[in-house]
Each structure stands twice: as C-alpha cells, then as structure tokens.
T-cell receptor, first 114, second 111 residues
C-alpha cells in the first residue's frame, strides 16, 4: 500500500457519460498529480494541484476537469466520454510542489468506455 | 519539447543474467531523472532520482547511472521477482512538477 488511495478501481461506462475519479493523497502530502496511461502513449501528465490550487497543466482535454478540496483529496471529472478515453488513470502525491524528489503513485482507476 | 526514449521495449533474461536498460532523454534544463518500477495492474513505484551527470544510485540488484544524454539501469544477477516494466522520466527546470515519461522496458526474468 503506497498510501495514495484511488477509487473506484474499475469503472465501465458508456460513451457520452460523465464519471468522477477520486484520489486521497498520502498523509502529509500537499501536492496531487493526475496522469493518464494508455497502451500506445504511456504515462501522460494531465494536471497538478498544490494545497488546493492548480499548479501545472498538461495536455488535459477541455472535457476533463479536476479540483483539490480543503482536506486535500482530489477529484478528476471526465465528461462526454469517448471510446478513446479508455485508459488507466493514476493519481500521485508529494510533500511539496517542486517535484525534486519522486512522487508516490496510487494503484489507479481503470476506465473502460463502451 | 522534452523527450524520453527507452530501449529495449522488452527484455527477457534468465535468472542471474545481468543486463542494462537504456533511457535517452532530451530536456532543456534537467531538474531530475527518475526511475520507476511498474507491476501489471499497479501504479508505478519510485526507485531513484538522479540530478546530475556522473551521479549513481544503488538499491539491491539495481544501479542507476546518469550522463548528459542518457541514463542506464543496470540489473545485476536478476531474480524472477525483478520482472516488471521499468519506466524512466525527466523533469525540466521551471515546469513545476510535471514529469515526462518514456514508454518503458518490459523485463521478464525466468528461472
């Protein structure tokens, strides 16, 4: 157990639907990162939050949004889902936002869009 | 744009057969080079961070080294439990904490 908790572990939904993925960071970590891992593209950075504020943004689609709450847990919202959104979605956390040291990943949410 | 290329894509070794995995990178201003291990269906597990050329780090049968253009992950006398996908990533100065990952090397160690 890495200390980063992601729910749900698996999600199957239909095209056009909206889902919410949840992440609880490791105790004491202020920064949360979201990554998407698909078979053909590897791990792609989506977005980072630090202590409730957006810190950095990657190639995140406009249909996707995220937030970090006062208790530091984070949610990734995916809407108008397409078949191509099927992937593993990972959350990671670190103590500070500098990223100088490696961060800790959760076990991921496997999203299947049918 | 930052780029990370890992080779080989897949590697099959017999137990005890040492080898190296390669990570070539292009980044303007290296903040750090990171190695992770990922088991099937699980999240990446942090192994090492290297910050400057010439730096080396070791952990059990793994040793990571760094030059200005590439990093190597040396695996000495591997065991079947070392089977996993090994991911390399780079962070660039001035880009907060974003890491750019390679697509990984799938290592299988057989008896």
């Amino acid at each position: 157990d890495s200390g980063v908790t992601q729910t749900p572990k698996h999600l199957i939904t239909a095209t056009g639907q909206r889902v919410t993925l949840r992440c609880s960071p490791r105790s004491g970590d202020l920064s949360v990162y979201w990554y998407q891992q698909s078979l053909d593209q590897g791990l792609q950075f989506l977005i980072q939050y630090y202590n409730g504020e957006e810190r950095a943004k990657g190639n995140i689609l406009e249909r996707f949004s995220a937030q970090q709450f006062p208790d530091l847990h984070s949610e990734l919202n995916l809407s108008s889902l397409e078949l191509g959104d099927s992937a593993l979605y990972f959350c990671a956390s670190s103590v500070v936002g500098s990223g100088r040291d490696g961060y800790t990943f959760g076990s991921g949410t496997r999203l299947t869009v049918v | 744009e930052d780029q990370v290329t890992q080779s080989p894509e897949a590697l099959r070794l017999q137990e005890g057969e040492s080898s190296s995995l390669n990570c070539s990178y292009t980044v303007s201003g290296l903040r750090g080079l990171f190695w992770y291990r990922q088991d099937p269906g699980k999240g990446p597990e942090f192994l090492f961070t290297l910050y400057s050329a010439g730096e080396e780090k070791e952990k059990e049968r793994l040793k990571a080294t760094l030059t200005k253009k590439e990093s190597f992950l040396h695996i000495t006398a591997p065991k079947p439990e070392d089977s996993a996908t090994y991911l390399c990533a780079v962070g660039r100065t001035g880009t907060a904490s974003k890491l750019t990952f390679g697509t990984g090397t799938r290592l299988q160690v057989t008896l």
